[in-house]
């Protein structure tokens, strides 16, 4: 089978391990994680890795130089998924690191391989725990929060038969020079110009807001609508001022993902309304900025409409540009194997943000057909994963040959 081929059937394994029947959903460290587990550590076992799941849940897998002194690269993507997801968001980043590995001759540094247990913050509603436990940010704030059920974070590590006293065993190691991470672009841009890969310049920074509007609950058929005090309808309201306002703002994205309304009955007025907010921009004071007018904004219409309103910032993540050095070997290595090197932001997040304020980092994206992720048509072109795979094979004899 074509190592590409190879690829991509692995990843639609995966996605078959689901906390959902029928669908592919995988939170931080569910049962579906454990059957992942399995999978990945024999394939990196395949590969001639030594592998270890760490006090978080990752699976990290190392072939070793034959200087047992060489310097460390460390190749990764995360294992968990949003509700209902595709089956290559993150996962064909791990899959391709190891078809790396099997394909690698020596070379003359340690690859480690990190396959994260948690990138995408669905459980509970923080991201990154999985990469943030190599950079020591899984503190303990992180690990007394909270899911939807009450469990910890440190008691969904013991769930798991993991020791959350063994986090600082996880930390980077101090022999790691370069982080290098695949991942489909998540958007349509690759798509459109008709080009397989990219070389990502940076992360956009991100905040994540809860805003809560309270009101009265009544009745819905005795209560005239002057004397409303609806929640529901002053999240509305605030939810297309902010649509309004990032449509005015270039590069700016507003999002409001999720709404919980409470009694939450056909026949009564909703008492509160609570709503997400995701902020994004590739400039830390643009995004803040923003943030600060939609906050103010839901203070105004509640105000207006005789309604309190709380925000809340859930997360909050500075955007991060790559290594330069390591942009430019990675574009040599794209032109060596005759395909255009391509710059491009990142609107998304991912875990190259928060291993780039430790060590040098750099990602290629494929393209992602029809621009389509966080959803089950999420795909990705046998051709693409090819290419993608002779570039980081390149990228990674040029790092051999030139160092960091």
């Known amino acids: 089978m074509e190592p590409a081929q190879k690829v991509i059937e692995r990843c639609r394994l995966i996605a078959q391990c689901s906390d959902e029947p029928g669908f592919t959903t995988r939170t931080f460290l569910s049962p579906a994680t454990m059957e992942v587990h399995v999978l990945v550590k024999g394939w990196m076992e395949q590969a001639g890795m030594t592998v270890r799941i760490d006090a978080a849940g990752n699976v990290r897998g190392t072939r070793a130089a034959r ?10 993507s995360h294992l968990d998924t949003v509700p209902h997801a595709g089956a290559f968001d993150g996962v064909l980043g791990v899959v391709m690191a190891i078809a790396l590995a099997e394909q690698l001759d020596s070379l003359p540094f340690h690859i480690e ?11 509970f509603g923080v991201p990154f725990l999985g990469s943030l436990t190599l950079t020591g940010g899984l503190d303990d704030g992180l690990l007394q929060r909270r899911d939807s059920a009450g469990t910890s974070v440190a008691q969904a590590i013991r769930d798991f038969g993991l020791d959350p006293a063994r986090l600082p065993e996880a930390r980077l190691s101090d022999d790691a020079v370069a982080y290098f991470e695949f991942h489909i672009e998540q958007g349509p841009v690759l ?7 990219a070389i990502v310049e940076g992360i956009a920074g991100q905040s994540r807001l809860m805003v809560e509007f309270e009101g009265q609950a009544n009745h819905a058929g005795t209560t005239p609508m002057n004397l409303r005090r609806d929640a529901l309808a002053g999240a509305a309201e605030w939810i297309l001022a902010v649509e309004r306002e990032a449509g005015a703002s270039r590069g700016l994205t507003a999002t409001v993902g999720q709404i919980e309304v409470r009694p939450g009955a056909t026949n009564v007025i909703a008492g509160s309304a609570s709503a997400s907010l995701d902020l994004r921009h590739a400039e830390d004071a643009v995004r803040r900025e ?3 007018r939609m906050v103010a904004c839901a203070g105004q219409i509640a105000s207006r409409r005789g309604l309190s309103v709380n925000c809340r910032e859930r997360s909050a993540q500075e955007a991060v540009f790559m290594n330069e050095h390591l942009n430019r070997m990675l574009e040599d290595a794209a032109r060596d194997a005759a395909f255009a090197a391509h710059r491009m932001f990142s609107g998304a997040g991912h875990d190259a943000m928060i291993l780039a304020r430790h060590v040098p980092s750099t990602m290629l994206f494929l393209r992602s057909p029809g621009g389509i992720s966080h959803h089950p048509d ?21 790092l051999g040959e030139r160092g960091v």
């Open 290 to 292: 923003a943030a600060a």
């Open 113 to 123: 391989i990190a396959a994260f247990s948690e990138e995408e913050g669905v459980r």
């Open 191 to 197: 798509d459109r110009l008709g080009i397989p890969l």
């Open 378 to 398: 999420e795909t990705v072109r046998a051709e693409d994963v090819a290419a993608a795979l002779l570039v980081g094979r390149r990228f990674l004899e040029i």
């Open 67 to 76: 200087d047992a002194g060489a310097r460390r690269v460390i190749l990764g």
